[in-house]
């Protein structure tokens, strides 16, 4: 993965910049200034351009970075915050005021900038005169992460500009019906499954592979209920030619680890790396880990910022493994008074026991998102975590593959996925504990399973806007009982976070979102 993290510096600026363009017609041209007049020439020129891409995920706002968590899980029914920003907290609790703080422009900036640096790579790596095969292959890449950038941006905000070229600072970009960045993002991972390769070796391990975009492509077709895509293109990395590339790994905390990273279990993992702190963007020696963990960390290691709902913990509770132990999940998942069944005096939180930690009754009383902690290893949360966030596990893609089939009636064949999942955590497989399930059942032993095996990986949202609950009243209620900050949720607003008013300020081409 190395190759990625030494991304050109040049390329890196002239694709930093919303257009590269002369402020001045000069005589002499400046031999020694690179920008859109004499770049992408060469294969280092479009090499250091789809590096530059992947080097935009170290950014505050991108996807797997430190905001999008706030928005996928912290903004769900699992999770809420306690931050002192009151901005920051805002999110979780439904009632954003303040629409262009740091948070909420960073983040919508942010994505916005990696779909322009997508776009110069998909419109200008065509040009470039080199080997065909790689060309194809950068040109691939890119398109995968437009379709992640955009996978977000209409998930968050809904409605949206789709842009396709490169734009220039002039450019005032209406927004386009959401079945049209959908079918875009369909198209862009359908074109990349063409040209991506199945894995790679050496230091492009961690670029965008055929089976991440498979599992992408099944992941949008299932947000939109379309059942058989779906499962057509799940199945390629379960029952097809991907089959022998991926398989869950037998310690679940692997997957979250960085030490046990890009393993059989990863189908796409944004790659981080700790090193020294550096600041500036785009610099040879900038930050390459991830700043998420601090604001997820408890009291005395992070900023607590973000805590989980106990719902979860009892979510987990509900069944024992087949041997009679607690489901081995919930310690990764949560950090809590009981991570440990032994209690305080045993749980272990940052070298210490929680009973030592000396917290007040409130802060007692929490339950912390596990995941992504850096508490194996190290005493305090930091700003360049080396952990990889993992987009995409193969386990998620056997629990989507179970949806997409039991939506198109086949719930008998879907049992065996879930089994899957289930028996890695030591639990009884479903097909013995609960035979015989309808549609409406197993999709309701579905939701519980997605709880119990992907809670703080930011599919939560997602999951409950596909499943209905942001525009049924009796659904919604449903959230109001896990989480009063549902109470308040408006259908037909909350769905969709407001446009930064800045970006609205500038354009007068954009249309804030309803009721904001």
């Not at 308040?488 to 407001?498: A, T, V, Y």
Request: negative net charge.
């Amino acid at each position: 993965m190395n190759t990625i993290f030494k991304y050109c510096l040049a390329a890196s600026l002239v694709l930093s910049a919303t257009a590269c363009k002369k402020s001045l017609d000069l005589d002499i041209e400046n031999p020694n200034r690179q920008d859109e007049s004499n770049f992408w020439r060469t294969s280092n020129d479009a090499l250091a351009g789809i590096n530059a891409l992947y080097g935009n995920f170290y950014r505050n706002g991108a996807p797997g970075s430190r905001w999008q968590p706030f928005y996928m899980d912290v903004r769900s029914d699992d999770g809420y915050s306690t931050s002192p920003w009151n901005e920051l907290r805002s999110i979780g609790a439904l009632n954003i005021t303040q629409y262009s703080f740091e948070v909420n422009r960073d983040t919508w900036g942010h994505h916005w900038r990696g779909v322009f640096r997508a776009n110069q790579v998909i419109t200008n790596v065509p040009k470039v005169e080199m080997e065909a095969g790689l060309r194809d292959r950068y040109v691939g890449e890119a398109k995968f992460l437009r379709a992640l950038y955009y996978y977000n941006l209409v998930s968050i905000w809904g409605n949206i500009p789709l842009i396709l070229e490169p734009s220039n600072p002039a450019d005032k970009p209406s927004q386009v019906p959401q079945e049209q960045v959908w079918a875009q993002i369909e198209k862009d991972l359908t074109d990349a499954i063409a040209t991506l390769p199945a894995s790679y070796t050496g230091d492009d391990i961690g670029r965008a592979t055929k089976g991440a975009a498979y599992a992408m492509l099944g992941r949008v077709h299932l947000q939109q209920k379309e059942y058989q895509p779906a499962a057509d293109a799940l199945a390629w990395l379960i029952s097809g030619p991907g089959q022998s590339l991926y398989d869950l790994v037998p310690n679940y905390y692997d997957n979250f680890k960085h030490t046990t990273e890009n393993n059989k279990e990863s189908v796409f993992e944004i790659q981080f790396k700790m090193r020294a702190e550096n600041s500036g963007e785009d610099g040879p020696a900038s930050n390459v880990g991830t700043s998420r963990s601090p604001f997820f960390g408890p009291p005395g290691h992070g900023f607590n910022d973000a805590n989980m709902h106990r719902w979860v913990v009892h979510e987990f509770l509900k069944e024992n493994t087949a041997t009679g132990e607690r489901d081995p999940r919930l310690a990764v998942t949560a950090l809590y008074d009981s991570t440990d069944p032994a209690g305080p005096n045993v749980t272990m939180v940052y070298g210490s026991t929680f009973a030592s930690k000396n917290y007040s009754a409130d802060i007692r009383n929490r339950v912390w998102y596990h995941k992504y902690l850096d508490d194996y290893f190290l005493r305090n949360e930091p700003f360049n975590s080396p952990i990889n966030f993992r987009v995409i596990r193969f386990a998620d893609v056997l629990l989507m593959y179970a949806e997409a089939l039991n939506g198109l009636g086949r719930t008998a064949d879907a049992y065996a996925h879930v089994d899957r999942v289930r028996q890695r955590a030591g639990l009884a497989r479903l097909s013995v504990v609960r035979p015989g399930m309808n549609q409406a059942q197993f999709l309701q032993q579905l939701m519980h399973e997605r709880i119990t095996e992907l809670t703080g990986e930011a599919v939560r949202w997602n999951d409950l806007a596909r499943w209905g609950y942001f525009d049924d009243p009796t659904k919604l209620n449903e959230l109001k009982a896990r989480d009063p900050e549902f109470n308040n949720f408006e259908i037909g607003k909350n769905k969709f976070m407001p446009i930064p008013q800045s970006e609205l300020d500038i354009n007068p081409n954009l249309i804030q979102n309803p009721k904001w």
